[in-house]
Nanobody
Framework: QVQLVESGGGLVQAGGSLRLSCAAS????????MGWFRQALGKEREFVAA????????RYADSVKGRFTIARDNAKNTVYLQMNSLKPEDTAVYYC??????????????????WGQGTQVTVSS
């Protein structure tokens, strides 16, 4: 089992940047594909980005492609989401998730086994 703790959220003006971190417990972090999802108030949770176990493969939602970058440091048991050129519509609670079965990446929330508690990102206009 793995526990995930997100950090780095906050309030930022449109056009600004934030970097989210997700720290994982346990020694087997490199065995999990990781993903970031977000949920805005009154909306369903949506996929943002995913990264494979080694970090060699990544996947992004069209809405964030070119602005967000997912990365991982297996030595530090941490996955990151660098968010640039933020827009008010990026406002949401951001969650990281771990998938122990997928060999590459997946955008399907139901395929992830473990979830963090989330961190709030608010982008003001």
């Amino acid at each position: 089992q793995v526990q995930l703790v997100e950090s780095g959220g906050g309030l930022v003006q449109a056009g600004g940047s934030l970097r989210l971190s997700c720290a994982a417990s346990g020694r087997t972090f490199s065995m999990y594909a990781m993903g970031w999802f977000r949920q805005a108030l009154g909306k369903e949770r949506e996929f943002v980005a995913a990264i494979s176990r080694s970090g060699g493969n990544t996947r992004y939602a069209d809405s964030v492609k070119g602005r967000f970058t997912i990365a991982r440091d297996n030595a530090k048991n941490t996955v990151y989401l660098q968010m640039n050129s933020l827009k008010p519509e990026d406002t949401a609670v951001y969650y990281c998730a771990a998938d122990r079965l997928v060999l590459g990446t997946t955008a399907v929330a139901a395929e992830y086994d473990y979830w963090g508690q989330g961190t709030q990102v608010t982008v003001s206009s």
